[in-house]
């Protein structure tokens, strides 16, 4: 019996381990999820300081001032960023300030040293005054202590990495990412620089799949590579389960006479979850596990079939594993009839863009799952559920953007 779409993407989901969490430092972090919240260890700016390169006052002590007659004050401090002077401003003088000094005690309001007779003189004239608190930053401001300033789940950029880094944090846990072995199965497979023979044609799944992992946000610990042979199998698959969290496996899993990905991994103590999904491509599809958690999905070798099953499935799971939550699926007007499939649930690459704020889409034309160059140019994946006749043109369908890939205009 075929398992459904929706059942066998169910099932992954269920049987994944819950992830788990590391303590990952500022320099790595990029990319990753954060398993907690993070609170503002101080208030953000942590002291009053002065927005601009300028002269601190009090407005009190300036109010007699016109845009005529400059207000002159004498120069009683000298303040540089970093400096850790906690002067109370005398009355009535003003203080040299650099932007990012403490406002010393007293001073309220800071006149950029461009509107003033300048640095360096024991008295200062402003030339136009601000209004009164002007260019002044107050402590917490910006966040309050306690603050939640980053919240679990988020994936760190350099915007996240800057804030943490600003509130003195090292480190902070992190979801831990997967590892995950490749295991590519073929007697005709050669790599590139080998000489081709007859009926040999060059693996191009290893690479494809290492590619699109690595769009998940994770590089492969190892590529394995094994002849259609049963002891052969049986060696890269112990190995790639004992290496890494997640083996995805290439090719062997059909119903040929000489597909023996999936006996072995009975062998090896994997229990299958289901075999064989009622989808086109990707009908011999297999996913199982191990009673320790490990996960295994079977994909058929041809590549538009890997790919389509990569995508659909393992991504889902890798990026479930990395804390990551799943965008929901794009609605977008087709461009051009969907040749949707009777039984089946049908997935096709595609051109997805955007026009006026709405979404289109159609497929890139000629596909059969054995041959790569279906994907070439797409930017999406386009689906439909069992259909007796083609979703025409202006239907609305689903569809999700590769993430190597973006939207067209
Ligand atoms: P299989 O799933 O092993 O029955 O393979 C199905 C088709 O995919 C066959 O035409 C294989 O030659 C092709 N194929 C299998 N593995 C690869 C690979 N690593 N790279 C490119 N094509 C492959
Ligand atoms: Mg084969």
Same mark, same amino acid.
């Given at each position: 019996?075929?398992?459904?779409?929706?059942?066998?993407?169910?099932?992954?989901?269920?049987?994944?381990?819950?992830?788990?969490?590391?303590?990952?430092? @500022?320099?790595?972090?990029?990319?990753?999820?954060?398993?907690?919240?993070?609170?503002?260890?101080?208030?953000?700016?942590?002291?009053?300081?002065?927005?601009?390169?300028?002269?601190?006052?009090?407005?009190?002590?300036?109010?007699?001032?016109?845009?005529?007659?400059?207000?002159?004050?004498?120069?009683? /401090?000298?303040?540089?960023?970093?400096?850790?002077?906690?002067? #109370?401003?005398?009355?009535?003088?003003?203080?040299?300030?650099?932007?990012? #000094?403490?406002?010393?005690? !007293?001073?309220?309001?800071?006149?950029?040293?461009? +509107?003033?007779?300048?640095?360096?003189?024991?008295?200062?004239?402003?030339?136009? @005054?601000?209004?009164?608190?002007?260019?002044?930053?107050?402590?917490?401001?910006?966040?309050?202590?306690?603050?939640?300033?980053?919240?679990?789940?988020?994936?760190?950029?350099?915007?996240?990495?800057?804030? $943490?880094?600003?509130?003195?944090?090292?480190?902070?846990?992190?979801?831990?990412?997967?590892?995950?072995?490749?295991?590519?199965?073929?007697?005709?497979?050669?790599?590139?620089? !080998?000489?081709?023979?007859?009926?040999?044609?060059?693996?191009?799944?290893?690479?494809?799949?290492?590619?699109?992992?690595?769009?998940?946000?994770?590089?492969?610990?190892?590529?394995?590579?094994?002849?259609? %042979?049963?002891?052969?199998?049986?060696?890269? /698959?112990?190995?790639? $389960?004992?290496?890494?969290?997640?083996?995805?496996?290439?090719?062997?899993?059909?119903?040929?006479?000489?597909?023996?990905?999936?006996?072995?991994?009975?062998?090896?103590?994997?229990?299958?979850?289901?075999?064989?999904?009622?989808?086109?491509?990707?009908?011999?599809?297999?996913?199982?596990?191990?009673?320790?958690?490990? #996960?295994?999905?079977?994909?058929?070798?041809?590549?538009?079939?890997?790919?389509?099953?990569?995508?659909?499935?393992?991504?889902?799971?890798?990026?479930?594993?990395?804390? /990551?939550?799943?965008?929901?699926?794009?609605?977008?007007?087709? %461009?051009?009839?969907?040749?949707?499939?009777?039984?089946?649930?049908?997935?096709?690459?595609?051109?997805?863009?955007?026009?006026?704020?709405?979404?289109?889409?159609?497929?890139? !034309?000629?596909?059969?799952?054995?041959?790569?160059?279906?994907?070439?140019?797409? +930017?999406?994946?386009?689906?439909?559920?069992?259909?007796?006749?083609?979703?025409?043109?202006?239907?609305?369908?689903?569809?999700?953007?590769?993430?190597?890939?973006?939207?067209?205009?």
């Amino acid at each position: 019996m075929l398992t459904s779409v929706d059942d066998a993407r169910r099932i992954v989901m269920e049987s994944l381990p819950l992830p788990l969490f590391e303590e990952c430092l @500022l320099g790595d972090l990029q990319g990753r999820v954060l398993a907690a919240d993070v609170t503002a260890p101080f208030p953000m700016p942590r002291f009053t300081n002065s927005a601009m390169d300028g002269f601190a006052f009090r407005m009190a002590d300036a109010a007699v001032g016109s845009s005529y007659t400059p207000v002159r004050l004498p120069v009683s /401090l000298r303040i540089p960023a970093g400096s850790n002077s906690a002067a #109370a401003l005398p009355p009535g003088s003003a203080a040299e300030i650099m932007t990012g #000094a403490p406002m010393p005690d !007293g001073s309220d309001t800071v006149v950029p040293f461009e +509107n003033t007779s300048g640095f360096g003189a024991s008295e200062v004239e402003i030339y136009r @005054l601000p209004k009164a608190g002007a260019n002044v930053r107050h402590r917490g401001e910006e966040v309050a202590m306690g603050q939640r300033v980053l919240e679990a789940g988020w994936r760190i950029s350099p915007a996240e990495i800057a804030v $943490l880094a600003s509130f003195g944090v090292e480190s902070v846990p992190v979801w831990c990412r997967p590892s995950v072995a490749l295991v590519v199965v073929g007697d005709e497979l050669q790599r590139q620089g !080998g000489t081709l023979t007859e009926a040999s044609i060059y693996d191009s799944n290893s690479h494809m799949l290492r590619a699109a992992c690595r769009s998940a946000g994770i590089d492969p610990v190892i590529v394995l590579y094994a002849e259609d %042979d049963p002891a052969a199998v049986r060696k890269v /698959l112990a190995t790639a $389960l004992a290496t890494a969290d997640v083996t995805v496996t290439s090719g062997g899993i059909s119903t040929g006479a000489y597909d023996f990905v999936q006996a072995e991994l009975a062998q090896l103590g994997i229990e299958k979850k289901f075999w064989t999904v009622s989808q086109k491509p990707g009908k011999p599809f297999y996913f199982g596990c191990s009673p320790g958690g490990k #996960a295994v999905f079977a994909l058929p070798g041809n590549p538009v079939s890997a790919l389509v099953c990569f995508m659909e499935y393992c991504v889902p799971a890798l990026m479930k594993m990395q804390g /990551l939550t799943l965008p929901a699926k794009l609605q977008a007007t087709l %461009d051009a009839p969907f040749p949707a499939d009777r039984k089946r649930y049908r997935f096709l690459p595609g051109v997805l863009r955007e026009e006026g704020g709405r979404l289109f889409c159609r497929t890139t !034309g000629l596909m059969e799952s054995h041959m790569a160059t279906s994907f070439v140019g797409a +930017n999406c994946i386009i689906e439909s559920p069992p259909l007796d006749t083609p979703v025409p043109e202006g239907e609305t369908i689903a569809c999700s953007l590769l993430p190597w890939a973006s939207l067209r205009s």
